[in-house]
């Protein structure tokens, strides 16, 4: 497991451990989000257009909030933002995948093993580690054909983070408004459980065992060696079983300034999470030794809510806080000339992020 003992102000924080999960953290989605959508309804009433948040980052289809490519945000970035992105490269599957994809990992200078994820989506649905040729022609065969799917540096940091950000239109500095850490579940073996024995056993795993056993199914009788460690997940996604530390307090004036830099180097964004990994948490406080993984828009969330010592109030102000900011800078974008997407551009874009989701394969 990584290290992911969280700070405050640099020194191991001293809050009593958190609970195994909090009260609302495996809700059913439907329940959870129902009182963030009347919200939005009675902003978008407000403010006489229920797709007003698409205006946020105007220069991304819808915004960010669903739909959009991943590969055309990163495309957007300049030189200074470049230097902190991890290296990718994009192709659409059929025919010839495999030859393809090598040439495009040559001209982006990638080498194996490389992430391969799609280029749409969300919730780390179909993000898998591809090791070699023989992986990514069948990572590749596993998406079916007219897919566009991006292949991406592994970083090899171990701490993988996910940073809000925040600049309205009228300011010249941004702020960082959620720092979380991601840390990767993992069971340890004993020398005679099987792998779906300590999943059951273990004080987490065994609360919500239909999130990892999918994954797991082809190892679940196996019998992992005494102190082995069985990492449960790769994509550090809350829906996919990772653990998320709220560490708000490791935000520092040189990580809000590193920030600052990077996203005022993309054209009109002003409202996302920026997913990283960074060589280790001090370097990352000092803004520094990290690198981008994806940038995301007016769909993304402030990670931290799925803190097990978040409480439902804390949680909820925090989702109105963030989706009240889009509806504001919405507003101001607006007043500068540009337009929204319009409610049935967002349907369309939901219901294509949908379809092309149900096809993609299991994620590692």
């Known amino acids: 497991m990584t290290d992911t003992t969280t700070t405050v102000n640099g020194q191991p924080d001293a809050r009593p451990a958190a609970p195994t999960v909090s009260a609302f953290e495996f809700w059913p989605g439907w329940i959870f989000y129902t009182p963030i959508v009347l919200y939005w309804i009675l902003l978008g009433l407000r403010y006489r257009d ?6 946020a980052n105007p220069r991304i289809e819808t915004g960010g909030l669903c739909g ?11 030189d200074e933002a470049r230097q902190w992105i991890a290296p990718y490269a994009v192709l659409t599957t059929g025919e010839n995948d495999t030859p393809r994809a090598l040439a495009a990992m040559e001209q982006a200078g990638l080498s194996f093993p490389v992430v391969l994820k799609p ?21 590749l065969a596993a998406f079916g054909r007219g897919v566009p799917v991006m292949l991406q540096h592994l970083i090899p940091y171990g701490h993988e ?3 809000f950000y925040i600049r309205h239109p009228d300011e010249a500095e941004g702020r960082i ?3 979380t850490y991601k840390e990767v579940p993992c069971l340890t073996g004993d020398g005679h459980s099987t792998v779906e024995e300590l999943l059951h056993a273990d004080p987490r795993t065994r609360l919500v065992p239909h999130i990892y056993i999918p994954r797991l199914r082809p190892r679940l009788h196996e019998v992992p060696p005494a102190g082995q460690s069985l990492p449960l997940v790769f994509a550090g996604n809350h829906c996919k079983g990772s653990i998320f530390h709220d560490c708000a307090a490791d935000i520092t004036p040189e990580l809000t300034a590193r920030v600052n830099t990077i996203m005022r180097d993309i054209p009109d964004f002003h409202f996302g999470r920026i997913d990283a990994k960074a060589l280790s948490l001090a370097h ?9 993984i994806e940038i995301n828009g007016v ?3 402030a990670t931290h809510i799925w803190d097990a010592r978040t409480t439902l109030r804390d949680a909820y102000a925090t989702q109105f806080l963030h989706y009240g900011e889009t509806f504001r800078i919405g507003a101001k974008k607006r007043r500068e000339g540009w337009k929204s997407s319009g409610a049935m551009a967002m349907l369309r874009a939901w219901l294509r ?12």
């Open 161 to 163: 983070v996910g940073i």
């Open 177 to 179: 408004t959620s720092l």
């Open 119 to 139: 280029d749409v989506g969300c919730n780390g649905t179909g993000v898998r580690i591809m090791r070699d040729a023989d992986s990514l022609r069948e990572g």
């Open 50 to 55: 229920f797709s007003l948040p698409t205006a």
């Open 353 to 364: 992020q949908r379809r092309l989701m149900a096809a993609y394969p299991l994620n590692d």
């Open 284 to 292: 990352l406080r000092e803004g520094k030794d990290f690198q981008i």
């Open 299 to 301: 769909g993304s969330e």
């Open 68 to 78: 959009e490519s991943k590969s055309s945000i990163l495309d957007m970035a300049g």
